[in-house]
């Protein structure tokens, strides 16, 4: 091996450079410390094989009078420029990625074009002893030629280059461009990437991101703002829709508490007055969900209220019509009973009211009553490992009690009141021959109980813990 490297150091060389190229191929990207590695130490023994030969890639190629191992070793010296800048920019690469990630590649390829550059210009000026001066006078002119025909996509290149430095935003950001939302993908040096909520590919050129208004929904981080407009009648007491509307705020666990939800009155006219729940959930994939719930409970607390939500036509519902009457219109378990048996139900109800605080029906207790919420926000609590945790909230027209009423058993969850509710109490007495007499209604109520049971269950039961995997590598790891 030794003599091979004395006798044929030049082609040694060139072996070396194929090495290199075949090597960087090979190693797989999880290698990426290997491949840096590999590559300084053949850059390493290239430039001993080509000064331990007499090349200096400072002066021209010597045997100029053997014309074909002088081109070799001019083509080996321009080489070792190139080699030098490719090793340069990869080291280069590895501690901006370190330091910046993703979002320095931008910049990453920009410092490895001009470090290029420079090796060019220096093999020439070295290596080929060409006038230097002449060859950046000429450039500097075919640069404004390609300027100007570049000019947008040179544009965008700096554009990209301020938007890395600047970071508005950030790769798996949400943000919106000039009214273009999505999460970003990729930023290169031409554009932004972003996937769009409808699932397509928005392309946004960075000269138009960087003059554009941006607003970017992940900063701060695990905070994204939500938001649901309601219009009622302008003649609704303001008092009363805010009262209602915080009951249903309330009524939403995924809202975070800090920072604290708020109700506002945002405009009023003579054709009706909008007011807005606003607040922050913790996660983008939560938004659609939680806005979803919010009109939902905003319409049924404001139902409860006696607010109806404005439209070009008026809900055909007598106004004549008692609380537990409405009640049981809009109660989903109890809604296919007839008009006169509605009217006999109404008279068996009964009002009853909590304070904040109180504890409307225990984990463990059987009831001999089901109660319906008329209005207020109901807290379910569990036990997990004997802490209480809750576990949902409750609004108007849902029923607490089924299991009494059916089986003779408890829930084993408290439910207490969160704000002050008003709950209509029908005794299991009047109740339990109806259920016997309507199996549509009871198919209904032990539906919802099997649903509560599951959901209890699914909710305290513990995890398994996986056990580690157990092999030569995880023993390797430990002993190292």
């Not at 305290?460 to 995880?474: C, H, I, R, S, Y």
Request: aromatic share 8%; proline share 5%; net charge neutral.
């Amino acid at each position: 091996m030794l003599s091979l490297l004395t006798d044929h150091p030049l082609f040694c060389a060139l072996i070396l450079i194929l090495v290199d190229l075949g090597l960087w191929r090979l190693i797989s990207a999880h290698g990426s410390a290997w491949k840096l590695l590999v590559r300084v130490l053949i850059f390493a023994l290239f430039s001993i094989l080509l000064f331990n030969e007499g090349l200096n890639p400072m002066e021209p190629a010597p045997w100029a009078d053997n014309v074909p191992l002088h081109l070799a070793a001019t083509g080996l010296q321009i080489g070792w420029w190139l080699f030098g800048a490719r090793t340069l920019t990869v080291l280069i690469g590895a501690v901006m990625m370190q330091r910046v990630g993703h979002t320095g590649r931008l910049l990453q390829d920009l410092l490895g074009a001009v470090i290029f550059l420079i090796a060019i210009i220096a093999a020439l000026a070295y290596v080929l002893d060409l006038p230097v001066k002449g060859v950046l006078a000429t450039s500097g002119a075919l640069a404004i030629i390609v300027g100007l025909a570049l000019q947008s996509t040179l544009s965008d290149v700096f554009s990209g280059i301020v938007l890395n430095t600047t970071k508005p935003y950030q790769l798996d950001d949400w943000i919106s461009i000039d009214g273009t939302e999505g999460r970003v993908t990729d930023i290169d040096w031409r554009a932004t990437r972003l996937q769009t909520s409808q699932g397509s590919m928005a392309v946004i050129p960075n000269s138009l991101a960087a003059k554009a208004k941006i607003i970017n929904f992940s900063r701060p981080s695990n905070m994204f703002g939500v938001a649901v407009s309601v219009q009622v009648s302008p003649h609704a007491r303001p008092s009363s829709v805010i009262e209602a509307l915080e009951r249903a705020m309330q009524g939403c666990r995924q809202l975070l508490e800090s920072p604290a939800p708020s109700v506002a009155l945002k405009s009023s006219n003579s054709a009706g007055a909008e007011y807005e729940i606003s607040g922050f959930v913790a996660s983008m994939s939560e938004k659609r969900v939680v806005r979803n719930q919010l009109f939902d409970l905003a319409f049924r607390h404001l139902q409860a209220s006696g607010v109806n939500l404005l439209s070009s036509d008026e809900p055909g519902v007598a106004s004549n019509l008692s609380r537990p009457r409405a009640l049981l219109d809009s109660s989903p378990i109890f809604s296919t009973l007839r008009q006169e048996e509605k009217e006999t139900f109404s008279q068996n109800m009964t009002l009853q009211t909590f304070r904040a605080g109180e504890t409307i029906l225990a984990g463990g207790e059987v009831s001999d009553h089901l109660f319906i919420i008329e209005s207020g926000v109901v807290s379910v609590t569990l036990k997990r490992h004997g802490t209480p945790f809750e576990s949902g909230r409750m609004g108007p027209g849902e029923v607490i009690g089924e299991a009494g009423i059916l089986s003779d058993t408890s829930l084993p969850a408290d439910f207490s009141a969160k704000t002050f509710c008003a709950l209509y109490r029908i005794e299991k007495s009047y109740l339990k021959p109806c259920l016997d007499a309507r199996h549509d209604i009871n198919d209904a109520m032990q539906a919802l109980l099997d649903f509560r049971l599951h959901k209890a269950q699914s909710l305290t039961e513990e995890t398994p813990v996986l056990a580690p995997k157990k092999g030569f590598l995880q023993w390797l790891r430990n002993r190292v």
